[in-house]
């Protein structure tokens, strides 16, 4: 048998394609030229937002046209309405998780948009608005029926993060809620070649539509390998308070780390494929939960000192560092957001960069099919 030709196990290192969107870098992370600290800081979400979908920062003018439209796409058809009012249902069953039921309603929503089969440059971006507009009532209704309430509606006058906190509890948040929620939206809108993103691209290249290529990318990033690790790093911390009891014993989270080792455990919200010297969204997300921590009380702060102790040890220990994902899932809980909705969350906000992905793959396209490398049996006779 001749040996396969070599390969890079995970595509790890290849350089799958161009792209104009977003440059990650150990040195840094760029969205069209900006960089992540930079839009952190200075930023809102829908103004990251146009940057991704549009290609550059929109004016005053271009930034309240856009915001107008994304208000006026908010609510979602009756039939998507019904599906979500089986939400609960579905939920608490365990027949579904959120981000499953999220997908389907996604899906959903190509059947009800008359654009859906138009893959031209004009269709997708009105696409891309719509699905970023309707994206929070679809989590909002749904965490609603899952709590036994009535969907609440959603609102005109609030920012895009401030709606999805408003939409999932019917209560306005506060500004500072809003900023971290904001902030946290502008750290996860885009990062080139994610397997999610990627999978956007491989459908839009077979020249599939819109709603089909991020239907596709809400499935991969479920995974707790991707997007569902900030799921998975709030439930790993709460694994090792149950394990530990209610105080931050430091031999005792040490002992649970060894034990995480030996097992070789992947600890959740830690280590990335491109970052292997720290992730530039992880310390500005840290510093801001730590911050709404404080504010809410001792409870949250020992949370964040729990996480932070788990950091060091992994850091001095094993030189990993924590990726986005770790203080994501400290904030959303000190922001009482139910665990199961943080990844739809991400979806909220990467909805951006999956949408200019698939924009930039359908204007210049090509099919995306690699081989693979043959290791099965040699070929053989089926009547022996
Ligand atoms: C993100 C991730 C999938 C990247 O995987 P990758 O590029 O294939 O990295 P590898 O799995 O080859 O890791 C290299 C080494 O670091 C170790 N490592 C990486 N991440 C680790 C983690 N979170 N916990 C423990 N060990 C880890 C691996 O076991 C491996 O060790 P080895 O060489 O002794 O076998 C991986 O780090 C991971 O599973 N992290 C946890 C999930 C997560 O947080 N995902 C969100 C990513 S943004």
């Not at 760029?30 to 979400?45: K, T, V």
């Not at 937002?49 to 856009?66: R, S």
């Not at 899952?146 to 609030?158: K, N, Q, S, W, Y």
Request: charged share 25%.
């Amino acid at each position: 048998m001749t040996s396969a030709p070599t390969h890079a196990k995970g595509l790890e290192g290849v350089i799958a394609g161009e792209t104009e969107i977003c440059n990650v870098e150990q040195s840094a992370l760029i969205y069209r030229g900006y960089e992540i600290a930079d839009l952190a800081e200075n930023a809102s979400f829908e103004e990251v937002a146009y940057l991704l979908l549009v290609g550059k920062k929109p004016t005053p003018e271009e930034l309240k046209v856009f915001q107008s439209e994304l208000v006026s796409e908010r609510k979602i058809p009756e039939l998507v309405q019904s599906f979500l009012k089986q939400s609960g249902d579905l939920v608490n069953n365990h027949a579904a998780v959120p981000m499953d039921i999220l997908r389907t309603a996604v899906s959903m929503l190509g059947h009800l948009d008359a654009q859906c089969q138009d893959n031209s440059a004009d269709a997708n971006l009105h696409k891309s608005k719509r699905l970023l507009a309707k994206i929070p009532t679809i989590i909002g209704h749904m965490q609603n029926n899952i709590d036994g309430r009535d969907f609440v509606a959603p609102t005109e006058d609030l920012s895009h993060s401030a709606n999805l906190l408003y939409m999932m509890t019917g209560e306005k948040p506060s500004p500072e809620a809003e900023k971290v929620m904001d902030v946290s939206l502008v750290l996860y809108a885009e990062h080139d070649y994610n397997a999610s993103t990627f999978t956007s691209r491989v459908i839009a290249g077979t020249l599939s539509d819109m709603h089909g290529a991020v239907t596709g990318a809400i499935a991969a990033l479920k995974g707790p390998l991707h997007g569902g690790a900030n799921e998975a790093a709030m439930d790993m911390l709460a694994e090792i308070r149950k394990d530990i009891g209610p105080e931050n014993d430091n031999a005792k989270i040490l002992d649970w780390m060894h034990q995480a080792f030996e097992d070789k455990r992947k600890l959740m919200g830690f280590g990335h494929r491109v970052y292997k010297n720290g992730d530039h969204r992880a310390p500005i997300l840290h510093a801001l939960g730590r911050k709404a921590a404080e504010a809410r009380g001792p409870e949250f702060v020992r949370l964040f000192e729990l996480g932070e102790e788990v950091q060091r040890i992994m850091e001095t220990e094993k030189n990993i560092y924590p990726n986005v994902d770790f203080p994501c899932g400290m904030t959303y809980f000190t922001m009482g957001i139910p665990v199961p909705q943080y990844t739809p969350i991400f979806v909220a906000s990467r909805i951006t960069g999956w949408c200019a992905h698939i924009m930039e793959q359908h204007a210049n396209n090509r099919l995306i099919r690699p081989r693979a490398a043959y290791v099965g049996p040699e070929t053989r006779n089926w009547n022996g």
